[in-house]
Every structure is written in structure tokens, then in C-alpha cells.
């Protein structure tokens, strides 16, 4: 699923109220699951939201085996955290969060005391979650940002005189963006496939030797 980050500087109460219906709801229920998770865990929660502010490809599975919840605690336990997480940016502190999500009625007084070692592991981050912040930002200027891909595998079968001459696999290829309509569909033969992975992997050496360049500077 896709998940709604929260924009950063406003307050909480406003925040909460421009929330999506079926997030918000989600959220509520992910708050109580994350009353009875371990603060053991909170850290690898929190770094998670951090990573997925710029991915929006929350590794669900992994945290869904590590938490032993079920999918659907799971998923609305991380929307719980993509609520929190975007909104500690060096600007908000432990006890406005809390105030304001209570206000709110986005979770019980009843459950904040649970709650609390969660958010101040949070804000331990906020040094984190400013520059994933800024780089989310920058990354989505301009044009639309990558959101998914589907890769299947068919087999073209060629006939020469109605008997089976060839058969060749071609890779089926979707591309999903985060504006609506922007979508791309194509095919690709093994050699191309085998193309774009190697042009895939000599961008990721440029961006790699960008981030140490821009690490040093």
C-alpha cells in the first residue's frame, strides 16, 4: 500500500485533521498494536519509516516475521509510525506530539504511557529524518517520482509448418509512478533486459560515487 506522508511544520492537530479517512483509521488501530510491541524493536520501526519517506516501499514482510504480527497489524502499525516519524524533523517535541495526537482523538490518554518510549526513539532521529525529509523533497521535484514495477516472463512460440520452430521469453515490464495516469508498459528480449540492468548498475556507481563526493564536501 501507499502511505501518505505527513507534512512537517504545521501543528499536530492540523496534521492529524488533513489525514486521509482510511489512513488515519489505520493509524488508530496501528497506535494500540504499538502499545504492546517491545521497545526493543522501536529502533529497526523507526529507521524503517525513515528509509520508506524515500522509497515508499516499506519492507513489510521483515518486519511482519521479526514483530510476529499479523500482516494486517503489521501494516497498520507502520501506518501508525509514518504518522509520527515524517513530523520529528527537529521541530517537534515528544510531549506536542502526544498532546495533540490525544486532542486529536488519533490515540487513547489510556495507552500514551506505552507510547511515549516510542516517540522519544523518534525524536532521537530527528537529525535522520530532517535530511530524509530534504531528500525526499529533492527527489520528487519536477517529474513523476517511481513507485512500483512488475516484472512477469512470457514465451513467444514460433511455427514453421505447424510444428514448434522457436521459442523465446520475453520479460513483460510495468512502471508505476506516484502521479496518476503515469504509467508505462513495455517488453524487453533477454539482451535488452540484460541492457538495462548494466546501464541500472552503472547509474548506481555514479549516484554512489555522488553521495561520497557530496559526503566529503
Known amino acids: 500500500m501507499r ?23 489505520d493509524a488508530e488501530k496501528g497506535f494500540i498494536v ?3 510491541v517491545p521497545e526493543a524493536y522501536f529502533d529497526q520501526i523507526v529507521e524503517t519509516a525513515i528509509s520508506v519517506m524515500e522509497t515508499q516501499r516499506p519492507p513489510l514482510e521483515t518486519l511482519h516475521k521479526d ?22 524533523d527537529k521541530s517537534t517535541s515528544v510531549n506536542e506530539f502526544i498532546d495533540g495526537a490525544v486532542k486529536a482523538k488519533l490515540i487513547d490518554a489510556a495507552i500514551t504511557p506505552k507510547l511515549r518510549p516510542f516517540v522519544e526513539v523518534v525524536a532521537s532521529h530527528a537529525s535522520d529524518i530532517a535530511t530524509a525529509i530534504k531528500r525526499a523533497t529533492l527527489t520528487d521535484q519536477c517529474l513523476p517520482s517511481f513507485y512500483d514495477m512488475d516484472v512477469t516472463v512470457d514465451l513467444r512460440v514460433g511455427f ?22 503515469q504509467e508505462l508498459w513495455f517488453q524487453a528480449s533477454k539482451p535488452q533486459l540484460m541492457l538495462i540492468r548494466d546501464n541500472i548498475d552503472a547509474a548506481i ?13
Request: glycine fraction near 4%; charge should be negative; charged fraction near 25%.
Open 67 to 88: 514483530l510476529n504480527l499479523s500482516k494486517s497489524d503489521t501494516s497498520s502499525l507502520f501506518s501508525a509510525a509514518m504518522v509520527v516519524v515524517p513530523l520529528f
Open 205 to 217: 556507481k555514479k549516484m554512489d560515487a555522488a553521495e561520497a563526493w557530496g559526503a566529503k564536501s
Open 3 to 25: 502511505y501518505d506522508v505527513p507534512n512537517p511544520g504545521r501543528p499536530i492537530t492540523e496534521v492529524i485533521a488533513r489525514l486521509p479517512r482510511g489512513f488515519r483509521e
Open 160 to 181: 514453421e509448418e505447424g510444428r514448434v520452430d522457436v521459442v523465446v521469453p520475453v520479460a513483460l515490464i510495468h512502471f508505476d509512478t506516484d502521479a496518476e495516469k
Open 34 to 36: 504499538l502499545a504492546s
